[in-house]
């Protein structure tokens, strides 16, 4: 479901749910399932990007140590 989606679909999936609610014409119970999972797939990506965000910082991290001379 939602849960397995990589980075990539869950953002291409957001943009689909923006571009629909930002299009309107949806009930209102349309609009707030649309939002719930707008709201699911933003915070894949940001489970994603946290993950990014962490692996660079420890590959920085083994970079930038200071080695014995």
């Known amino acids: ?4 989606l990589d980075y ?3 953002r291409d999936q957001l943009a689909e ?3 629909k609610l930002e299009t309107g014409g949806l009930s209102l119970e349309d609009s707030l399932a649309l939002w719930e999972r707008g ?3 933003a915070k894949i990506c940001d489970q994603h990007l946290a993950g ?3 692996r660079i910082e420890k590959a920085l991290a083994s970079v930038e140590s200071p080695e014995a001379e």
Do not use: D, H, K, S
């Open 17 to 19: 749910v923006v571009a």
């Open 39 to 41: 709201e699911a797939l």
């Open 8 to 10: 990539e679909q869950a």
């Open 52 to 54: 990014a965000r962490e």
């Open 1 to 4: 479901m939602t849960e397995e």
